[in-house]
């Protein structure tokens, strides 16, 4: 997010990151700011918020819209309509005064919308070396640039895209039974009723999840394997890609 509002101002800049990987970051960045006068600094005394739309999507956003000034970020989630708004305040801000008449959820709430919607997030849904860009989504996202200047992938991901195949995605998945509360091994194998193998289990909750599929095996039955135990699921292609995106 860009805290300066000119270009004739000191530039500052807020990333969002996943909390889990934040020192590693940090360090990252600090090895590519070179000598330049670039400080970085983690915002340990701010509170980040997802403004979930419901039925009363258009009354939050004439709320949100009346609000503003109480909040340092208040913006539509660059991901996609569907996730809402992110919301940035000091810690101990009143929610309810923000946004009137809302309801706070927990981060579980949270989750399971972003696997209903096939949203990846943090380093469990996009292991680093591991993921990658465009099977991602990021692309239907706002998450990568075609005319930007080199990146790392750039070479890959830029001959990829003008090639337009891209075999497998991640796709929102939801289960036949629940999910074992001890959780799922990473890269859990998921395979077609033959026993062909269809993709790989990221992360999920409860009957949700979602995970790295074959787009050929998306409308066949699949089952996610477990220790001996094979669980039914169904993917699904979400609303909010673009017509053409089950290429």
């Known amino acids: 997010f860009r805290l300066h509002e000119s270009p004739e101002e000191e530039p500052h800049i807020l990333l969002e990151c996943d909390s889990g990987v934040l020192d590693a970051i940090q360090k990252h960045l600090k090895l590519y700011k070179i000598r330049r006068k670039v400080n970085i600094a983690p915002c340990l005394d701010l509170s980040l918020w997802a ?10 956003a004439s ?14 989630d660059p991901r996609t309509e569907v996730m809402g708004w992110r919301l940035v305040t000091k810690k101990g801000a009143n929610l309810s005064e923000i946004i009137p008449g809302s309801r706070i959820g927990n981060i579980q709430d949270y989750h399971r919308h972003r696997y209903k919607q096939g949203v990846p997030e943090g380093v469990k849904d996009l292991p680093p070396g ?18 930007k200047g080199c990146y790392i992938g750039q070479e890959l991901t830029a001959r990829t895209h003008h090639m337009g195949v891209i075999r497998k995605r991640l796709l929102p998945v939801h289960f036949s039974a629940p999910l074992p509360k001890d959780g799922v091994p990473e890269g859990a194998e998921i395979s077609t009723e033959a026993g062909k193998s269809a993709g790989k289990f990221r992360a999920g909750g409860g009957e949700l999840g979602i995970a790295l599929l074959r787009l050929a095996n998306v409308n066949e039955p699949l089952c996610l394997n477990l220790a001996g135990d094979r669980v039914k699921l169904t993917a699904s292609i979400p609303e909010w890609w673009p017509k053409a995106a089950s290429k």
């Not at 403004?51 to 939050?60: K, L, M, N, S, W």
């Not at 591991?130 to 005319?147: C, H």
């Open 63 to 76: 709320s949100l819209t009346q609000c503003a000034d109480q909040a340092l970020i208040l913006t539509p």
């Open 130 to 147: 591991v993921a990658l860009p465009l099977e991602s989504n990021l692309a239907y996202m706002n998450g990568i640039s075609f005319t």
């Open 51 to 60: 403004v979930v739309p419901g039925e009363r999507a258009g009354d939050i």
